[in-house]
């Protein structure tokens, strides 16, 4: 069946340094493509999404390009703050009833 | 646009007794799903539901679950005779075609089973 595997964290970074968090995936058909985010005492959020290949998702400085050719949905941010320490799930959504499939999720922790 | 919400937010019980929680999506969404997130794990994919047809339900909903949405608006799950495993943050998601698809989570409900 369709799956999501991400790279286990935690991703210990300091501020202002570059972030890759990878996140592959396994479907049928074409699936669309999310990165959700889980800050410390908060609901999840969706942080960006992309429906088709080449397409690429950005939203608060993060950014993630849908690869068809390497399965793959690696979220990116040239410079992160400490505000950014959250957990980051990717996740695939397909098929009729667009439920998401989630990966393990990554934690992030920035510090100054 | 105020949201999902979900009460309880938390609730503890003691094993074997029924457990409800209800979600209210937002309100033009006609699409709703529940999901159950346990610690270190993505959230699972539970049931779903298109106004108030409900038309997946995945294995990991035994039979001592149920959910329902009887006006196609808001929707309750419930856990009979509750066990140890059933521990978890139970989460509610809606969407429409509006929305393009995307689905917005409310703040869980975290049940805790004694």
């Known amino acids: 069946g369709d799956s999501v595997t991400q790279m286990e964290g935690p991703v210990t970074l300091s501020e202002e340094a570059f972030l890759t968090i990878n996140c592959t995936y396994t479907?049928?058909?074409?699936?669309?493509l999310f990165w959700y985010v889980q800050y410390p005492g908060e609901g999840l959020q969706l942080l960006l999404k992309?429906?088709?290949?080449?397409d690429k998702g950005s939203n608060k400085g993060f950014e993630a390009t849908y690869r068809k050719e390497t399965t793959s949905f690696h979220l990116e941010k040239g410079s992160v703050q400490v505000s950014d320490s959250a957990v980051y799930f990717c996740?695939?959504?397909?098929?009729?009833?667009?439920?998401?499939?989630f990966g393990t999720g990554t934690r992030l922790q920035v510090f100054p | 646009d105020t949201g999902v919400s979900q009460n309880p937010r938390h609730k503890i019980t003691k094993r074997g007794q029924n457990v409800t929680f209800r979600c209210d999506p937002i309100?033009?969404?006609?699409?709703l799903y529940w999901y159950r997130q346990t610690l270190g794990q993505g959230p699972e994919f539970l049931t779903y539901?298109?106004?108030?047809?409900?038309?997946?339900k995945s294995r990991l909903l035994s039979d001592r679950f149920s959910a329902e949405r009887p006006k196609g608006s808001f929707s309750t799950l419930e856990i009979q005779r509750t066990e140890q495993g059933d521990s978890a943050m139970y989460l509610c998601?809606?969407?429409?075609?509006?929305?393009?698809?995307?689905?917005?989570f409310g703040p869980g409900t975290r049940l805790t089973v004694l």
């Open positions: 479907a049928t058909g074409y699936p669309s």
């Open positions: 992309a429906t088709k290949a080449d």
């Open positions: 539901f298109q106004n108030e047809a409900q038309l997946e």
């Open positions: 998601a809606s969407s429409s075609r509006t929305s393009g698809d995307t689905q917005y």
């Open positions: 309100s033009e969404h006609n699409r």
């Open positions: 996740a695939l959504s397909g098929g009729n009833t667009d439920k998401l499939i």
